[in-house]
Structure formats: C-alpha cells, structure tokens
Nanobody, 118 residues
C-alpha cells in the first residue's frame, strides 16, 4: 500500500527556515514526478495549491511566490523528497502535503503544519 509521510513542519518567525521531508513507502518514487502542495488557512473547498514539483529527472518547478526562497529536491535512493523553505513569510502558513501521481490516481500524505508568526 502506497503511503506518503511528511515531517518537518513547525512554528517559525518571519524570515526563518524549515526543511520539510516526505518519505514514500509501498512504491519507489524514481519513476514519478513528485510535488508539494499547500492548503492555506480557510481555503475554500479545502483547495490545495501547487507549491513546487520535481520531475523524474530532477527538474524543479515553483509557484511564482516562492521562487528564490523554496527549493525542492529528491533522493531516490532514500525514497524521499524534500522542500527547503527559506525567508519564510506569514503568507506561507498552511498545511503542506506531499503528492505522487501514479496513472490517474493522486496519492497524498497526511500533511505537516507550517506556521509563520512572530
């Protein structure tokens, strides 16, 4: 059974940093593009926004508002992906989810809470 488990969230002050991790079990991640999504507080319909993704070849994509501050990476040998969050802003607050899409099915972790507040 495919499972994704996120970790690394927490409460940090503006300007701080965090490193999120996502470990996959029940599958190897190397054949798949992986992504991080964010659900902001009070999001309508539990909407999740794509924050960053990384292709099978390691090519990253970032949403405009995090470019230059966030960095996504993957370690296929460890079956993990990471999201380095720097220069954090209050608007980065939310639950961050790891996602893998296999065929037409999306698999999600349980999420990790990131709160930016002074």
């Amino acid at each position: 059974q495919l499972q994704l488990v996120e970790s690394g969230g927490g409460l940090v002050q503006p300007g701080g940093s965090l490193r999120l991790s996502c470990e996959a079990a029940g599958t190897i991640i190397s054949p798949y593009e992986m992504a991080w999504y964010r659900q902001a507080p009070g999001a309508q319909g539990n909407q999740r926004d794509l924050v960053a993704s990384i292709s099978q070849m390691g090519n990253p994509f970032y949403m405009q508002s995090v470019k230059g501050r966030f960095s996504i990476s993957r370690d296929n040998a460890k079956n993990m992906i990471y999201l380095q969050l720097n220069s954090l802003k209050p608007e980065d607050t939310g639950v961050y989810y790891c996602q893998l899409e296999r065929g037409s099915i999306g698999f999600w972790g349980q999420g990790t809470q990131v709160t930016i507040s002074s």
